[in-house]
């Protein structure tokens, strides 16, 4: 069959012939329909994901859609090692499969799933939001982070903030559900400052997709801006800016700062598929929805460094 194969660390896919996966107790072969270029799918294509085995060749793409053997479509996640998504069929753990809407296409669901449940876990499952809190997501500006936005807004929350660099989307934002926005700039002192007021006016949860210089000012703020003995939960989900960040140990001895991160591994597999599962009930009744590009795989390396934010999807 063919698919995109990585054959080392740091190497883009090659288009060529793959092994047909074979049939395996507790397992579903997948005819594959559609597959996004997701962040995680490239990171363990470099290798530099935590969740990867380090083990090539391999087919990249952590999930998609597909059809089963009775022809059920459905949204999978997680193959069976060495088969992957971007392919034309798949081997996947019975358990790892959720049977799509039929009012949701098979191309948004792909888009959709993992920038959506990125924000649904980690507001559900870790900061265990609470009808009519707030939250300022950071780094609202990609895909996964505008998401977030409306899925705050959707799981109840009372006020949403909104922070990135791309003016024109924040602009948008403020018609999808953010309350306010805050511009991300080169003056990092300026930056603290408005969410400092945001913080002083109340917040109850921050979804950090960037880590990096904003979200220690986000930290900094917090500490200064939130009154004293109010919890802020602090999710950590993506480092679009950096992997690192320097913690002042004052921002946590004088708040009530709690600190913790969503992600694979971090939150057990069901739970996370779960998540996934209301990101597709709700983009199939319109509450949800991710644009997409669609490209045949053979395009696969020509996109490959220009995607990863789940909105190019590859087609067999």
Not at 124 to 132: H, I
Not at 137 to 157: D, I
Not at 247 to 274: E, H, T, Y
Request: aromatic share 6%; charged share 20%.
């Amino acid at each position: 069959m063919k698919a995109a194969v990585i054959k080392g660390a740091g190497q883009p896919p090659a288009y060529e012939d793959f092994d047909h996966p074979d049939a395996l107790t507790g397992h579903h072969l997948i005819d594959i329909t559609a597959s996004a270029l997701s962040r995680i799918t490239r990171a363990k294509a470099s290798g530099s994901h935590y969740s990867g085995s380090g083990h090539f060749p391999f087919v990249a793409g952590v999930d998609g859609t597909g059809r089963l053997e009775d022809g059920q479509r459905v949204y999978f996640f997680a193959p069976h090692a060495p088969f992957g998504a971007m392919a034309e069929r798949t081997r996947v753990p019975e358990t790892h499969c959720i049977s799509l809407p039929d009012a949701l296409d098979d191309v948004t669901a792909a888009a959709i799933a993992i920038p959506g449940m990125s924000s649904w876990a980690a507001l559900t499952e870790r900061a265990r939001l609470v009808r009519g809190e707030s939250v300022l997501v950071n780094g609202a500006t990609g895909a996964s982070g505008r998401l977030a936005v409306r899925v705050a807004r959707l799981l109840g929350a009372a006020r949403v903030v909104a922070t990135g660099r791309n003016a024109a989307v924040l602009k948008a934002l403020e018609a999808e559900g953010a309350d306010a926005t805050v511009r991300l700039g080169d003056d990092g002192d300026a930056f603290e400052r408005e969410p400092l007021a945001h913080f002083q006016h109340g917040i109850d949860v921050v979804l950090d997709y960037l880590w990096g210089a904003s979200a220690e000012r986000t930290i900094v703020a917090a500490a200064r801006g939130t009154e004293e003995g109010r919890p802020v939960r602090f999710v950590q989900i993506g480092a679009a800016a950096a992997p690192t960040i320097t913690l002042p140990s004052a921002a946590l001895r004088s708040s009530a700062l709690q600190l913790m991160g969503s992600g694979i591994r971090g939150i057990a597999l069901p739970v996370l598929l779960k998540a996934i599962a209301g990101v597709l009930d709700a983009a199939a009744a319109g509450a949800l929805a991710l644009p997409a590009a669609v490209r045949p795989l053979s395009e696969v390396a020509a996109h490959w460094e220009t995607g990863g934010d789940g909105r190019l999807v590859f087609v067999p």
